[in-house]
Antibody
Framework: EVQLVESGGGSVQPGGSLRLSCVASGFTFSDFWMSWVRQAPGKGLEWVANIKHDGSDTFYVDSVKGRFTISRDNAKNSVFLQMNSLRAEDTAVYYC???????????WGQGTLVTVSS | QSVLTQPPSASGSPGQSVTISCTGTSSDVGGYNYVSWYQQHPGKAPKLMIFEVSKRPSGVPDRFSGSKSGNTASLTVSGLQAEDEADYYCSSYGGSNNVVFGGGTTLTV
């Protein structure tokens, strides 16, 4: 059974940093691209970042470029999201998702809440 | 503001059919057959229902179907059941390794 478990969310002041983690199980992690997708309270889904299966390339939505970094450790079946210079508008539930065929995401974690507030 | 446009709400009675639209541009929906649809119940993670415009993952009932015409994709739910009541989001490859989502549609049964 495929499982994705996120952790690392919490409350932080504007300008602060957080590092999210996602541990995967139930599939060959190193075969798949991985994604982070976020959802602000009461709002829709927003793709945040992708990382290739081997970590050789990363992609970001414009609003987080230069502030967020996605990375992975295939030996630990884990993907990470380092978030710096956080803003109030980054407040959201952050989901880790497995990237499947043709830009779809076929498995999602339960999400971790990030709150940016003074 | 979301890149893809969905109606905020849709509704239907049990047993009926309902179609949810998702309008983009030639740079996303119209340019690729890479449209996905997700179902999200309150407080839960999204679930993939349709990928590559019209394909269903294993385990998704065939009451759910997808299609596309030009820059507009559609999700049709036939034989509505109470458990279909949820938020539905469309998504498309947006080129340059970007992914775009719609604003979501709340389906009431």
């Amino acid at each position: 059974e495929v499982q994705l478990v996120e952790s690392g969310g919490g409350s932080v002041q504007p300008g602060g940093s957080l590092r999210l983690s996602c541990v995967a199980s139930g599939f060959t992690f190193s075969d798949f691209w991985m994604s982070w997708v976020r959802q602000a309270p009461g709002k829709g889904l927003e793709w945040v970042a992708n990382i290739k299966h081997d970590g050789s390339d990363t992609f970001y939505v414009d609003s987080v470029k230069g502030r967020f970094t996605i990375s992975r450790d295939n030996a630990k079946n884990s993907v990470f999201l380092q978030m710096n210079s956080l803003r109030a508008e980054d407040t959201a539930v952050y989901y880790c998702a497995r990237a499947a065929a043709a830009a779809s995401r076929d498995y999602w974690g339960q999400g971790t809440l990030v709150t940016v507030s003074s | 503001q979301s890149v893809l446009t969905q109606p905020p709400s849709a509704s239907g009675s049990p047993g009926q059919s309902v179609t949810i639209s998702c309008t983009g541009t030639s740079s996303d929906v119209g340019g690729y057959n890479y449209v996905s649809w997700y179902q999200q119940h309150p407080g839960k993670a999204p679930k993939l229902m349709i990928f590559e415009v019209s394909k269903r993952p294993s385990g998704v009932p065939d009451r759910f179907s997808g299609s596309k015409s030009g820059n507009t994709a559609s999700l049709t739910v036939s034989g509505l059941q109470a458990e279909d009541e949820a938020d539905y989001y469309c998504s498309s490859y947006g080129g340059s390794n970007n992914v775009v989502f719609g604003g979501g549609t709340t389906l009431t049964v």
